[in-house]
C-alpha cells in the first residue's frame, strides 16, 4: 500500500515567520494529497487540498506544492500567528483500484508559534 | 449543520471484552472510515465503508470488524478487545473521495 512520510515531527517558528511541512509518498498512482489540522482534544479538520492536475494551490495563508515527478507535497504557511499552532498532517490517495478512497496519513507534525 | 457524531466518547473495558464503538453521519455521505490514533503513528485506517453492506479493510483491520446496515451508521466492532487497542477512534464520512468530515473521536482504554 501506499507510504507518506511527513518532516520535521516538531516544527518552533517564530509569529510572523513561515512554517514549512514537507510529505512524500510512493504511489505514482496517487492523486489527491489533503492537509489537516488537529488542535489538542480536537478531531482533524481539512485546511487544503491538492490534486494532480494542480502544481501550486493557495487559500489565504495557506500555501501546497506538488511536485508529482520527485512523489514529493508541501505545506506553507506564511505569516504564522499563534493559532496556527497545532499537529498538521498530510496525506495521499491513490482513488482508484483496490485503493479507491483510501487515505494514507503521515506521522503528523507538531507545529509552535513562538509570540 | 454537517455532523458526525461518535458515542461513547470515554470507553474504559478489560482485556477480553467485547467493545461496540458507533458513529452517525447527516450528510447522506455514501463512504465512512474508521480510524485509529496513537501518538507518534498518525492516523491509520482500519475499514473503509462504500456503502450499506459494501465494507473494505483498511491497512489494520485485525482484530477489528464492522457493520453497516444503514448509509448513516457505521459501527466499529472489538471482539475479545485487548490492551494494545487502546486507542483514540475517528470516524469520518466523505462524499464519494472528497473531503472527510471526521467526527469528534472515541477515546477507549483496554485494562
Known amino acids: 500500500g501506499e507510504q507518506v512520510e511527513q518532516l520535521p515531527s516538531i516544527l518552533r517558528v517564530q509569529e510572523g515567520s513561515s512554517a514549512s511541512i514537507n510529505c512524500s509518498y510512493e504511489?505514482?498512482?496517487?492523486?489527491?494529497f489533503p492537509w489537516y489540522k488537529q488542535e489538542p482534544g480536537e478531531n482533524p479538520k481539512l485546511i487544503i487540498d491538492?490534486?494532480?492536475?494542480?502544481e501550486r494551490k493557495q487559500i489565504q495563508e495557506l500555501i501546497v506544492l506538488l511536485d508529482k515527478k520527485a512523489k514529493r507535497f508541501s505545506l506553507h504557511i506564511t505569516d504564522t500567528q499563534p493559532g496556527d499552532s497545532a499537529m498538521y498532517f498530510c496525506?495521499?490517495?491513490?482513488?482508484?483500484?483496490?485503493?479507491?478512497?483510501?487515505?494514507?496519513f503521515g506521522h503528523g507534525t507538531i507545529l509552535r508559534v513562538h509570540p | 449543520d454537517m455532523k458526525v457524531t461518535q458515542m461513547p466518547r470515554y470507553l474504559i473495558k478489560r482485556m477480553g471484552e467485547n467493545v461496540l464503538l458507533e458513529c452517525g453521519q447527516d450528510m447522506s455521505h455514501e463512504t465512512m472510515y474508521w480510524y485509529r490514533q496513537d501518538p507518534g503513528l498518525g492516523l491509520q485506517l482500519i475499514y473503509i465503508?462504500?456503502?450499506?453492506?459494501?465494507?473494505s479493510e483498511g491497512d489494520i483491520p485485525k482484530g477489528y470488524r464492522v457493520s453497516r446496515k444503514k448509509r448513516e451508521h457505521f459501527s466499529l466492532i472489538l471482539d475479545s478487545a485487548k490492551t494494545n487497542q487502546t486507542s483514540v477512534y475517528f470516524c469520518?464520512?466523505?462524499?464519494?473521495?472528497?473531503?472527510?468530515?471526521f467526527g469528534p473521536g472515541t477515546r477507549l482504554t483496554v485494562l
Open positions: 469520518a464520512s466523505s462524499f464519494q473521495y472528497a473531503e472527510q468530515f
Open positions: 496525506a495521499a490517495s491513490a482513488g482508484t483500484g483496490a485503493n479507491t478512497g483510501k487515505l494514507t
Open positions: 465503508s462504500y456503502d450499506v453492506d459494501s465494507n
Open positions: 504511489d505514482s498512482a496517487s492523486n489527491y
Open positions: 491538492i490534486r494532480s492536475n494542480m
